[in-house]
């Protein structure tokens, strides 16, 4: 059986990848994704398509005639042409929870980041510039504890979050399809999340229903003075409104992991911004999330060669 990888893999990922697929008995391949050549070379014999970010089309699944499954490294399939998987008899998988503690941490880190200007302060320091800064920009940096967190979706990484937060002397609020009385935190609607919270964290997947959920109305309806911070999906924000509610001073921050075109375009105005963190999608990726992703991959690759019903079947 062979397998795609289709990622600007780095030298630990391409090592670990490599050990996967030897103990599951698979001949495994690394294709950067800017290498269009080279894909179609290696996905014309190819079973399975390990996918990262770039978008699955329907004329890469042409190119793969021998394809079985595409595999998400990862839990959004939004990036994956389902129809054309479904006319072509592909089984789409994807792996929720494996990359939950990472996505957690990160949501953490910009959350501070964010309120401690650390993306400024940073290459100011670096210019010898750091005692030295905009005191309008220090005014705004600020603690967790005593602010009010409010998760939009409470999935496998905002709730391991929860208790964290209260610890550190946070309140805790979430709104979802239900209550989930078991773990830390409030819930409530969304309209209501968004009035009383001084950090909102987005944590649901992309969809019709959910694209530029946060537009210009959520961020008019949000705190004087909030944070947005997203770890999920750059399409869930109106990032034209974002910017503007940055600008006017409207919204104390925001910290970015996605945004609506990947990799971003250095010209967004976002990147300009000495409030906002930004990150080019990475929240995920550590080698503690590829190493529970490629086993999860491989049992399928090994299910997909015996016959049997794959793991996270979305299509």
Request: one cysteine or more; aromatic letters at 4%; a negative charge.
């Amino acid at each position: 059986m062979k397998a795609v990888l289709h990622y600007r893999a780095s030298d630990g990922f391409r090592a670990a990848l490599a050990h996967s697929a030897v103990l599951a008995r698979v001949d495994a391949v690394v294709v950067d994704e800017t290498d269009e050549l080279g894909f179609v070379r290696e996905i014309a014999d190819a079973d399975v398509l390990l996918h990262v970010l770039k978008p699955v089309t329907a004329a890469m699944i042409a190119a793969g005639p021998r394809l079985k499954l595409v595999q998400k490294l990862g839990v959004g399939v939004n990036t994956i042409d389902l129809e054309a998987c479904k006319a072509g008899g592909v089984a789409v998988a994807n792996m929720p929870g494996t990359n939950s503690q990472a996505v957690a941490e990160m949501t953490l880190a910009l959350m501070l980041a964010v309120l401690r200007r650390l993306s400024y302060l940073d290459p100011l320091t670096r210019r010898g510039e750091g005692w030295s800064p905009d005191l309008g920009l220090m005014d705004g940096v600020g603690e967790l504890c005593g602010r009010t967190v409010g998760f939009v979706g409470y999935g496998a990484s905002p709730s391991r979050l929860g208790s964290a937060l209260e610890v550190l002397g946070a309140r805790v609020i979430y709104a979802a399809r239900s209550a989930k009385p078991d773990l830390p935190g409030q819930f409530m609607d969304l309209p209501t999340l968004l009035e009383q919270a001084d950090i909102v964290s987005l944590h649901v997947p992309l969809t019709a229903e959910t694209e530029r959920l946060i537009n210009a109305e959520a961020l008019a309806a949000m705190k004087p003075g909030a944070i947005l911070i997203n770890t999920a999906r750059g399409g869930l924000v109106d990032e034209a409104a974002l910017a503007a509610a940055l600008k006017s001073g409207h919204l104390r921050g925001a910290g970015l992991d996605v945004f609506a075109q990947e990799p971003v375009d250095p010209a967004n105005p976002l990147l300009a911004l000495p409030t906002v963190v930004a990150a080019p999608h990475m929240a995920w990726l550590t080698p503690e999330t590829l190493d529970r992703s490629l086993a999860v991959a491989f049992e399928n690759c090994r299910r997909v060669a015996d016959g049997e019903s794959i793991l996270n079947r979305v299509v």
